[in-house]
């Protein structure tokens, strides 16, 4: 099973930027395919982005532009860099595990944006 470990979020103005990391336990990181997720106070958790295996990625309509993600296997790790925030960027951003039927989930960090 995979543990993750998020970090790097916190309080930035609107126009500004943080690089979030997911930090994961285990030997197979390289063949999970890896993904953020974050949920808004009194909204449903939305996918924010994946990325491959094998390096391909993909993007929320809403993040495509700003959102960079990307992964060092040598590392286990994944990260989100978020650039241009604004307002409605506010939420707990969950890392997320896939493979095969399995999925595992990190206990987020809190990404607030400030007007």
């Known amino acids: 099973q995979v543990q993750l470990v998020e970090s790097g979020g916190g309080l930035v103005q609107a126009g500004g930027s943080l690089r979030l990391s997911c930090a994961a336990s285990g030997t197979m990181f390289s063949f999970n395919a890896m993904g953020w997720y974050r949920q808004a106070p009194g909204k449903q958790r939305e996918w924010v982005a994946t990325i491959t295996s094998g390096g391909i990625t993909n993007y929320a309509d809403s993040v495509k532009g700003r959102f960079t993600i990307s992964r060092d296997n040598a590392k286990n790790t994944v990260y989100l860099q978020m650039s241009s925030l604004k307002p409605e960027d506010t939420a707990v951003y969950y890392c997320?595990?896939?493979?095969?039927?399995?999925?595992?989930w990190g206990q987020g960090t809190q990404v607030t944006v400030s007007s």
């Open positions: 997320r595990s896939h493979l095969g039927s399995v999925m595992n």
